[in-house]
């Protein structure tokens, strides 16, 4: 910013909040850049001989990181772009063949990172390796993942999206101390690039429910969620593809019942559902990320389909929310993947209540990170009703209501499966981890109770399926594996099904619903 405030004569405000001044200011940088590699800069020079002004632009600190943000930049010119602004002005980049002079990078004297082998990262981003300790400190502590042989001994269902609420320098030195958690993969806001710390063999200590660490592969980002600022577009393209890389070659689906927040971690038991964390947040930008990583959308659907699938514009969507940097001061208003849950069809009628977060009954808040009365970008709810421009979804138990005008709709429908409790059932149990009945275990093993939250599901409500999955539960207790039964999964009778049931995913037994394609029964 104050480079280019020195170049431009524009004031660093200026630069941060005009578009105008901002492109220029990032024009006098590149500009600079070039000149001082000793490149042709002008009119009617060629783009290829910009290569290393664009690798310096990333503003990283390798030569691998560097190179991964131009090649990005010279892709796209070569593809060509085209997308509707938020204003509706619709900006067309034309295709042009365009082979970069990478010699150019040379001249940066960056440094170049080691690819070790079994470093699991696509070739196409800059990654290195950083490796969490597994070590034993004491009183038969030790940290900070478990050992095991994933997808071999249990499939791996989930990718977690975090954010680090740190700096990237906090970030490595939290992630190599063995009495502290750990997690899989750490990405730089700056340029995108990547550390890997944890196998995705081994299980990582991030996601809270040690159901879900057992079945997931961790990604932290740098950043801050009551900020969204430190969500570069860097960041979001490195961290796309890493995701594709790791879904393809592990099998998972490339969709919210998958791709799940830290946010939308269950509970394990009613009483840890309240310390739940809350990243990323409101601010991470889930549509765009799900176009980055080209997730297959499903668009047929009406509301005789019976499932909405929130879809707010990102960039116009902006919710008032509070308290991003002083308590219940409104926050500076921006785009947000969030859309907001009334407890009646009206603006003016409160928002819903989360029973786990205010037990009392009163409706949850406007404060970022109170994500009790929110559906977010990409997750499938069961239809309840509609009246006017407002659509209800069925969610923690109750009807919760959106704006959703068909002239700026905020929801698309789509069609699927939901779960209903089986005829004669009053209400029945919902879950944060899917384990196997007690019988299951083996001698010396203790048993991991199967406890409900303090959620229903009542007879009349459906919601939509994500999985069904075998209870299952892995064992590991000691750094040795001398535990009876450790490293080993436990796998019972019990078979569920992983629901939309709030903003987190949570689980139902089999036995007490009955599935049905989402048509059948949806309100009209």
């Given at each position: 910013m104050d480079a280019a405030a020195a170049l431009t004569g524009a004031a660093p405000e200026s630069l941060r909040t005009d578009a105008s001044?901002?492109?220029?200011?990032?024009?006098?940088?590149?500009?600079?850049?070039?000149?001082?590699?000793?490149?042709?800069?002008?009119?009617?020079?060629?783009?290829?001989?910009?290569?290393?002004a664009v690798a310096r632009y990333a503003g990283a600190d390798s030569a691998d990181a560097a190179a991964a943000f131009a090649d990005e930049v010279f892709t796209t010119i070569s593809a060509g772009e085209s997308r509707v602004t938020d204003d509706g002005q619709r900006i067309t980049l034309p295709a042009r063949a365009v082979q970069p002079e990478r010699s150019w990078l040379d001249r940066l004297g960056l440094r170049r990172l080691a690819r070790p082998d079994g470093l699991e990262c696509p070739r196409t981003v800059s990654c290195e390796s950083i490796p969490a300790p597994y070590e034993a400190f004491g009183d038969g502590d030790?940290?900070?993942?478990?050992?095991?042989?994933?997808p071999a001994r249990q499939k791996i269902e989930y990718i977690v999206i975090h954010d680090t609420e740190a700096s990237?320098?906090?970030?490595?030195?939290?992630?190599?101390?063995?009495?502290?958690?750990?997690?899989?993969?750490?990405?730089?806001?700056?340029?995108?690039?990547?550390?890997?710390?944890?196998?995705?063999?081994?299980?990582?200590?991030?996601a809270g429910n040690w159901y879900v660490n057992?079945?997931?592969?961790?990604?932290?980002?740098?950043?801050?969620?009551?900020?969204?600022?430190?969500?570069?577009?860097?960041?979001?393209?490195?961290?796309?593809?890493?995701?594709?890389?790791?879904?393809?070659?592990?099998?998972?689906?490339?969709?919210?019942?998958?791709i799940i927040g830290h946010d939308n971690v269950p509970g394990t038991v009613a009483s840890t559902v309240r310390g739940m964390h809350w990243d990323p947040g409101p601010y991470w930008d889930w549509t765009h990320y799900f176009d980055l990583l080209h997730a297959p959308r499903l668009d047929t659907g009406s509301p005789a389909s019976g499932l909405v699938q929130i879809d707010p514009n990102y960039a116009t969507n902006q919710p008032a929310?509070?308290?991003?940097?002083?308590?219940?001061?409104?926050?500076?208003?921006?785009?947000?993947?969030?859309?907001?849950?009334?407890?009646?069809?009206?603006?003016?009628?409160?928002?819903?209540?989360?029973?786990?977060?205010?037990?009392?009954?009163?409706?949850?808040?406007?404060?970022?990170?109170?994500?009790?009365?929110?559906?977010?970008?990409?997750?499938?709810?069961?239809?309840?009703?509609?009246?006017?421009?407002?659509?209800?979804?069925?969610?923690?138990?109750?009807?919760?209501?959106?704006?959703?005008?068909?002239?700026?709709?905020?929801?698309?429908?789509?069609?699927?499966?939901?779960?209903?409790?089986?005829?004669?059932?009053?209400?029945?149990?919902?879950?944060?981890?899917?384990?196997?009945?007690?019988?299951?275990?083996?001698?010396?093993?203790?048993?991991?109770?199967?406890?409900?939250?303090?959620?229903?599901?009542?007879?009349?409500q459906r919601y939509a399926v994500g999985a069904v999955l075998a209870g299952e539960y892995y064992r590991a207790s000691t750094i040795d594996g001398s535990s009876p039964g450790d490293w080993t999964v436990i796998r019972g009778e019990n078979r569920y099904a992983q629901i939309q049931f709030g903003h987190r995913i949570m689980y139902v037994d089999l036995a007490d619903v009955q599935l049905l394609p989402s048509p059948l029964g949806a309100p009209s």
């Open positions: 001044v901002n492109i220029r200011g990032g024009a006098a940088l590149l500009a600079a850049y070039q000149r001082e590699l000793g490149a042709p800069v002008g009119t009617g020079t060629d783009p290829a001989t910009w290569y290393g030790y940290g900070n993942h478990d050992l095991s042989d994933r990237w320098a906090t970030t490595l030195k939290l992630v190599q101390d063995p009495t502290y958690v750990s997690w899989h993969y750490s990405l730089r806001s700056v340029d995108g690039h990547i550390a890997q710390h944890v196998k995705t063999k081994d299980v990582a200590w991030h057992a079945k997931s592969i961790g990604l932290e980002h740098e950043g801050f969620a009551a900020q969204g600022t430190w969500y570069t577009e860097a960041m979001y393209r490195a961290s796309a593809k890493l995701v594709q890389h790791l879904a393809l070659r592990l099998g998972i689906p490339l969709d919210r019942q998958h929310f509070i308290g991003c940097v002083t308590p219940g001061v409104p926050c500076t208003p921006r785009g947000s993947s969030s859309v907001v849950l009334h407890s009646a069809p009206s603006a003016d009628a409160p928002l819903v209540n989360d029973i786990a977060l205010r037990p009392d009954g009163t409706p949850n808040t406007m404060e970022v990170s109170d994500h009790g009365a929110r559906a977010s970008a990409g997750q499938t709810y069961a239809l309840a009703g509609r009246q006017g421009d407002w659509t209800a979804i069925w969610y923690l138990g109750q009807r919760a209501w959106f704006h959703n005008p068909p002239s700026a709709p905020t929801a698309k429908w789509t069609v699927g499966v939901v779960a209903t409790p089986k005829p004669g059932r009053a209400t029945i149990p919902v879950y944060g981890r899917a384990y196997p009945e007690q019988a299951a275990y083996p001698a010396g093993v203790p048993y991991q109770e199967i406890s409900p939250l303090q959620y229903t599901l009542a007879a009349g």
